[in-house]
């Protein structure tokens, strides 16, 4: 009755990758990580169901694959990245890969070079449909 799942992100850090910093290698992480540094290899959070958050600040930047529930980006990212929740883009965000999301925040200034993938809550993809001339016109031929 009381529980409630939330979609906000969460309002503290745990860790911190500080500027100067550079670490070479895969890093798992629960709760909140802000990376201020550098990091080559994949940031995957451990929390499976509850909610995580990673925020990349302007100087910083990740060569591999990303995969939190929430995330904001502010500086540069190269590799795919998967935000099951929130993804926010702020302006100088720079993305170099695909990215996959749930709901997504881009602000004026930031940019995605690869393919950005809604995931909803369905699996099933999005049909359009396109109205035909004839329909269009008002009929066909008199």
């Known amino acids: 009755m009381f529980s409630k799942k939330?979609?906000?992100?969460?309002?503290?850090?745990?860790?911190l990758v500080g500027s100067g910093t550079k670490i070479v290698g895969d890093v798992a992480f629960n709760g909140g990580l802000r990376v201020d540094g550098e990091?080559?290899?994949?940031?995957?959070s451990t929390t499976g169901e509850q909610h995580s958050t990673l925020v990349i600040s302007e100087h910083a930047r990740i060569e591999g694959e990303i995969s939190v529930s929430h995330l904001v980006i502010n500086g540069t990212v190269?590799?795919?990245?998967?935000?099951s929740e929130l993804l926010e883009l702020q302006a100088h965000a720079r993305v170099t890969g695909d990215v996959q999301y749930n709901t997504i925040e881009m602000h004026l200034g930031a940019v995605v070079q690869g393919r950005l993938v809604h995931?909803?809550?369905?699996s099933k993809p999005i049909e359009l449909k396109l109205a035909s001339n004839k329909?269009?016109?008002g009929g066909g031929s008199n």
């Open 39 to 44: 990091i080559k290899g994949n940031v995957l």
């Open 119 to 122: 995931q909803g809550a369905t």
């Open 135 to 137: 329909q269009a016109s």
């Open 6 to 15: 939330t979609s906000k992100p969460l309002g503290r850090i745990d860790s």
């Open 78 to 83: 190269i590799g795919p990245v998967f935000s």
